[in-house]
């Protein structure tokens, strides 16, 4: 590695602010990529892409995500609260520009379905819309908001609902193969990438004859 | 989409539970990779995979992570807490396998960057070791624990310190090209892949006349 180059914190301070969003987004790696559908008490639609949503555990299946509240993705936010549930949609190749465009400042009045021209669907009674061209979707609970006091921001904790994916996804051991599906990564802002698996690793051991 | 199932929240109940563990983790999407380079007081070096490693903001530069503290990768979390510091490392193509084998359970007197054969690296006096093969590699600062009570993990709240990478995977706009670097990323427990670029989209806007 040539051109090895050294940051310090003082120098991320000096960087223009786009110019840091930029750089310090594409630290952590690949970002998961996600629509959310909410829907407000008064039946106003909403759809929003999110790149920050992690899996918080299995047993009970929960998940994460990181909110701004006071930039782009407060209409979605505030249909949460409302309703306590939302979608979450992952990002197919086949849509992903479609996806992106949700992160315009449409008028509340303005469903980012319709905008973007992804279809509502609605499914076995859930109140907010999945997205009908998404081949993996789930149905989420908020469960709790934990404030991040160190830079303003929200951690949702919400329970997975349902799972809404075809049955070809799913390998025996349990593993979804989203990779089949479609599904896309982000990186930084605004980088897109499909994905090819190099492999999948058995479980890994010290000793062979280790106990699992 | 053909053969499209359901499941309810208490069909993931009834999952035997390494399935579902493979199933639930596969649903939130695409994962980063990281390495966690740690060292106790007393000088013993630790490194672990994370896939839980997210990012949480600009200005300042934060990072997040879940931990689970019963589970594996408790020396890492006893050395993050008794030096506030520790290293992230991109997993790169040229080093996932070795990078997966760090999730053995070691004892704790062996070190996984030996067992493993990736190098320790010291740079500019941060306590704890980089790994020297990483392209993109950073130091962290624990700032705060907050308790996830849902499931007893642990969210770590990081400061970035510092990053290390070449000059070459910068854009001018200040995005990282971690394709470039061979950064991989991660579905579900096990399974490895390496991206492809679809394209960086710009700032998406509701008009042509709105001001960005």
Known sequence: MNKTFYYHKEDFEKMQERYRAKFINSLSGFKSANLVG??????????AIFSSFFHLGADPAL??????????????????????????????ESFYQKAHRTSARYPREISEFQATGLTEEYIKGFFPPYVKEATI??????????????????????????????????????????????????????????????QRLPYAKWRNDEQT
């Open 63 to 92: 998940m994460g995500c990181i909110i701004r509240p006071h930039t782009t993705p407060r209409h979605s936010l505030e249909n949460i609260r409302e309703t306590s549930t939302f979608t979450l949609n992952h990002i197919n």
């Open 137 to 198: 979707k789930m149905g989420l609970k908020l469960i709790r908001e934990i404030p991040i006091i160190e830079n303003n921001t929200v951690m949702l904790v919400c329970s997975v609902e349902n799972v809404i994916l075809c049955n070809d996804f799913i390998k025996s051991d349990g593993h979804i193969d989203i990779e089949l599906a479609g599904t896309v990564c982000v990186s930084g802002l605004d980088s897109y990438h499909s994905t090819n698996l190099l």
């Open 38 to 47: 909410t829907k407000s008490k008064d039946s106003q639609t909403n759809l």
